[in-house]
């Protein structure tokens, strides 16, 4: 079963800043350096939508509401995926997931995380 596996939310004030945590499962490991990786994130009563992606060469992408706000990062050694998240608005506030992304940019894994919350409070 694959599990990936997210962490780092928390409540925050509006402005404040957090660090989420992708960690790729052993299963996938082996992988994780041949495919670009991506954090999504879903609000309530909203579509899960993709906020951020990094290739293993290349630029990181993000969705226009978090570019200059938000960092997306791998770290190829610990099979991590990171997202550092400044100035945080209520707007971001949902559950935040990872993943790979297949060639034509989706999901590659249907076995979603549990995610990580993020509460962002005005």
């Known amino acids: 079963q694959v599990m990936l596996v997210e962490s780092g939310g928390g409540v925050v004030q509006a402005g404040g800043s957090l660090r989420l945590t992708c960690a790729a499962p052993?299963?996938?490991?082996?992988?994780?350096?041949?495919?670009?990786w991506a954090w999504y994130r879903q609000a309530a009563g909203l579509q899960r939508e993709l906020v951020a992606s990094?290739?293993?060469?290349?630029?990181?992408t993000y969705v226009p509401s978090v570019a200059g706000r938000f960092t997306i990062s791998r770290n190829n050694a610990r099979k991590t995926v990171g997202l550092d998240m400044t100035n945080l608005q209520p707007e971001d506030a949902g559950v935040y997931y990872c993943?790979?992304?297949?060639?034509?940019?989706?999901?590659?894994?249907?076995?979603w995380g549990q995610g990580t919350q993020v509460t962002v409070s005005s």
């Open positions: 993943n790979q992304l297949d060639a034509a940019g989706r999901p590659k894994w249907t076995d």
């Open positions: 052993r299963t996938i490991t082996s992988v994780f350096n041949g495919n670009t």
């Open positions: 990094i290739p293993l060469r290349g630029r990181a």
